[in-house]
Nanobody, 119 residues
């Protein structure tokens, strides 16, 4: 089993910044990728950004150039720096980790952290 602990959500004004963190813990688990998804009310959950163990990254078009994902492999932690926030970034942000444990591929989700951007 892998546990994910998210932090850093909250309230920001448009144009402001927030930084999310997600720390993974668990034994006998090799991380292949970590990422952030978000879900706004009435909408489907969508990918925001992902980083692989090889440090390859990809971003949603809506956040590219404003958000930066990074990772600390020693701490099994992923960060999402969110700059130039917009009201449409308001959502619950979920951390996701994909890796190999007892099964060839396992996926775990965090509990979610609310990000609210006011205009």
């Amino acid at each position: 089993q892998v546990q994910l602990v998210e932090s850093g959500g909250g309230l920001a004004q448009a144009g402001g910044s927030l930084r999310l963190s997600c720390a993974a813990s668990g034994s006998a688990f090799s991380i292949n990728a970590m990422g952030w998804y978000r879900q706004a009310p009435g909408k489907e959950r969508e990918l925001v950004a992902q980083i692989t163990s090889g440090l390859s990254t990809n971003y949603a078009d809506s956040v590219r150039g404003r958000f930066t994902i990074s990772g600390d492999s020693a701490k099994n932690t992923v960060y999402l720096q969110m700059n130039s926030l917009k009201p449409e970034d308001t959502a619950v942000y979920y951390c996701k980790v994909r890796g190999r444990g007892r099964r060839l591929e396992e996926i775990y989700w965090g509990q979610g952290t609310q990000v609210t951007v006011s205009s």
